[in-house]
């Protein structure tokens, strides 16, 4: 089966390093430097890989995919745009207008890998792990021998308790299960477990069921209780192959999108620097907080925490031992509070604390700990003292509110002279 792809990019340098690449295992290249070169092209010809330049010199790569899926069925293709820009920037357009996967020009190495990979399960060299069920023990044997001529890992049982009792304990890449297994088991049951497990990425494993239904609405069933494809015996064995491959192909481009996704979400919720959660994290997560505070009746408090003078810090050493001083008041921090915690970098030289089941007492007590040690940690053997304001949630707080105490706290502590904890005292409390 022949492997083809589309490369749309202005750049030479970049068209010829992917067409060499490609071409060198196997693939056959349209190349084409424009977009209109590209929708002028066969509309008939089928397509594995599109691949396209954000900037091209007459169309942006989003507008190019509306238009080419227009006149070209693109479906089955994976879809790659290739950008100079940080690919967080633009993952979320990219992926809106169609496309698969974004990657940086300028990581090369990383490309040639995934498209490598990308080949190697087009042209059915499976490399899998795979579960296969089935009741009829000499027709599995067969099977599992065929599947292990791919390259493929088969754990093979006869039945759904058996199947049940590896699958917890492995990991797998496909599951293929005749559906009717023994006289009170069929497929449907190992389905269900497994749609109904509580580990979201095993629950997503492929599933190919193997039957021979003649009824075409027993058959489409399978699909909605939870089969992503069926084949029908008899069966032809590259049909198999094929269907087994298409399978493990979409989950590991599934999970490379789901680790792409999971990396542009960490950057995007932490502070570059300090590896801290960001402001914006804060305004996400904290509310959370609060309300769980409150629904389960727990005390929570907030700890607003200012390094002292961190303007001398900068003036006087310099903005590059002024990161060191904030990353490793960070570090400080961090290894200082609980796993439950919460640690951000609100902005500057200023840190929030949000302490879960701490009521101000505890909050206070902590506070100096963590005082302390930020004062002994001397980054770079500079002094670095903090002024940390603590308020305790109350009846009708918010995060403003709360934020607001800590903070007004936190300017106490400032001005009697810094390097010191405060707690928020209301004005009741005050007059009382």
């Known amino acids: 089966m022949s492997i083809n792809a589309l490369i749309v990019e202005s750049s030479e340098d970049n068209r010829t390093m992917l067409a060499n690449m490609l071409t060198g295992i196997g693939v056959n290249c349209v190349v084409c430097e424009t977009g209109q070169e590209a929708l002028e092209g066969d509309g008939g010809r089928q397509y594995d890989f599109i691949i396209v330049s954000r900037h091209l010199e007459d169309i942006g790569a989003e507008l190019f995919l509306v238009r080419f899926r227009e006149h070209h069925y693109i479906d089955d293709a994976l879809t790659i745009m290739l950008t100079s820009e ?20 300028k990581d090369f190495p990383t490309i040639e890998r995934f498209l490598l990979g990308a080949v190697n399960n087009r042209t059915i060299d499976l490399k899998a ?53 023994s006289d009170d088991e069929t497929g449907d049951d190992l389905i269900s477990y497994v749609r109904d497990y509580d580990d979201f990425d095993k629950a997503q494993v492929p599933i190919l069921v193997v039957s021979e239904e003649s009824n075409q609405s027993k058959r489409t069933s399978y699909l909605r209780n939870g089969a992503n494809d069926y084949i029908i015996k008899p069966y ?6 094929a269907r087994a491959s298409n399978l493990i192909a979409h989950k590991k481009l599934f999970e490379q999108f789901r680790k792409q996704q999971q990396e542009l979400l960490t950057l995007a919720m932490s502070d570059q620097l300090t590896g801290l959660y960001n402001r914006r994290s804060l305004f996400d997560i904290a509310p959370k907080y609060i309300s769980d505070a409150v629904r389960h009746k727990y005390p929570l408090s907030l700890l607003v925490i200012d390094i002292d003078h961190f303007k001398i810090v900068n003036d006087s050493y310099g903005h590059a031992k002024g990161d060191a001083v904030l990353k490793k008041t960070g570090e400080v921090m961090q290894a200082s509070c609980r796993n439950g915690d919460f640690v951000a970098r609100f902005g500057g030289e200023e840190f929030v604390v949000l302490l879960t089941h701490c009521d101000q007492s505890d909050a ?46 936190a300017y106490k502590a400032k001005d009697l002279g810094r390097n010191r ?3 928020y005292v ?5 007059q009382a």
């Open 421 to 423: 904890v405060e707690q």
């Open 86 to 105: 940080p690919v967080k920037d633009i993952y979320y357009e990219a992926n809106k207008a169609g496309f698969k996967l974004v990657f940086n020009k």
């Open 364 to 409: 206070m007590m902590k506070a100096e700990l963590l005082r302390k040690s930020i004062e002994e940690s001397r980054p770079d053997d500079i002094v670095v003292t903090v002024s940390i304001g603590v308020a305790e949630l109350a009846p009708g707080d918010d995060l403003d509110s709360l934020f607001s105490k800590a903070d007004l706290a």
């Open 426 to 430: 209301s004005e009741e409390a005050k």
């Open 129 to 181: 792990r795979i579960l296969y069920v089935d009741a009829a023990i000499s027709v599995a044997d067969c099977i599992s021998t065929l599947l292990r001529s791919y390259h493929a890992m088969v754990t093979q049982v006869a039945d759904v308790t058996s199947a049940i009792k590896v699958f917890q304990q492995q990991e797998f890449d496909l599951i293929i299960t005749d559906y009717y297994l």
């Open 236 to 241: 032809d064995n590259d049909e198999l192959i």
